[in-house]
């Protein structure tokens, strides 16, 4: 269950190991690639706003009437770039809720 991962570190003149866990080792390494890579930031805002995108597209197709999937895209896709274009939303309370 414990990685294999040993930190060595010295108190008092003995010698203690510590064991970390997988997720503890994936943690570090993430906040190591985060704080050290120059474009991760930017990355992640274009992963998260691509992830909006694509449920906000989803869920439209499912609750719109009209089931077109580039409509539904093209809408959330203003969603999510011009928040103003909230005030052309149908009336309907899913509709509004997904927007």
């Known amino acids: 269950d414990k990685a294999e991962a040993m930190l060595s570190f010295q108190t008092g003149g003995s010698k203690k190991q510590k064991a970390f866990s997988k997720m503890e080792m994936f943690e570090y390494r993430i906040d190591y690639y985060f704080s050290t890579s120059k474009w991760a930031k930017v990355a992640l805002l274009l992963s998260f ?3 909006l995108i694509a449920v906000g ?3 439209l197709v499912v609750f719109m009437d009209d089931h077109s999937i ?3 895209v093209w809408i959330s896709w203003t969603y999510v770039a011009d928040p103003g274009t909230h005030a052309d939303c149908p009336e ?5 809720l997904i927007s």
């Open 49 to 51: 706003t691509f992830m």
């Open 57 to 59: 597209a989803g869920l």
């Open 70 to 72: 580039t409509n539904a």
């Open 92 to 96: 309907t309370f899913l509709i509004r």
